[in-house]
Structures are given as structure tokens and as C-alpha cells.
């Protein structure tokens, strides 16, 4: 059974940084896509980043120049480091992780409140 365990989520102060983790366990396979959502109150999810097992990173919008994924595959874990953060980034962070076949798995999610 695959599963998704974050971490690094909490309360900061505008302008501060965190770092997300999630380290993926129980799956014989390297996942082909490892991203970050996030859910704000009143507001859809969202895509934050994403990386492929190839390397291609795309980023919303919202967050280029700011946030930055990666991911080690020794440690079946993919972290985002949030940078600048924004009273707008508060929201609920979701780790998200594709199989190469098609198998889509979500973490518990982890609260990031930026606040003064």
C-alpha cells in the first residue's frame, strides 16, 4: 500500500520560507509525476509544481520565481521550498504522486498559514 507522509508545513510570517517534504513508501515503482496542490477556504485546488522522473518542472503562476520543487528518487521523496511567502499561500498543501501506471496517490496534507 503506497503512502504519502508530509511534513515541514506551519505559521509564517510574510516575506518567510518553508519547506515542504513528502516521502512516498510501499510502492515498487518510481513515480512518474510528483506535485503539490494546494485548497484555500472557498477556492479550488490548485497545482502548485510538479516534477516528472524525467525532470520537467512546471510551477502556477502564482509562485514562479518564489517556490521551487525537487525531488529524490533514492528517497522516494519530493520536497517544495517555498520562498517570499504571501498571506495568499495560505491554504492546505497536498503531495501528490502519479505510478507509471496511471495510479494516483495523495498525502494527509499539511497547513502552511503565512501571517503577521
Known amino acids: 500500500q503506497v503512502q504519502l507522509v508530509e511534513s515541514g508545513g506551519g505559521l509564517v510570517q510574510p516575506g518567510g520560507s518553508l519547506r515542504l517534504s513528502c516521502a512516498a513508501s510501499?510502492?515498487?515503482?518510481?513515480?512518474?509525476?510528483m506535485g503539490w496542490y494546494r485548497r484555500s477556504p472557498g477556492k479550488q485546488r490548485e497545482l502548485v509544481a510538479g516534477?516528472?522522473?524525467?525532470?520537467?518542472?512546471n510551477y502556477a503562476d502564482s509562485v514562479k520565481g518564489r517556490f521551487t520543487i525537487s525531488r529524490d528518487d533514492a528517497k522516494n521523496t519530493v520536497y517544495l521550498q517555498m520562498n517570499s511567502l504571501k498571506p495568499e499561500d495560505t491554504a492546505v498543501y497536498y503531495c501528490?504522486?502519479?505510478?507509471?501506471?496511471?495510479?494516483?496517490?495523495w498525502g494527509q496534507g499539511t497547513q502552511v498559514t503565512v501571517s503577521s
Open positions: 501528490n504522486a502519479v505510478t507509471p501506471f496511471a495510479f494516483y496517490y
Open positions: 516534477i516528472t522522473s524525467g525532470g520537467s518542472i
Open positions: 510501499g510502492s515498487r515503482f518510481s513515480f512518474n509525476f
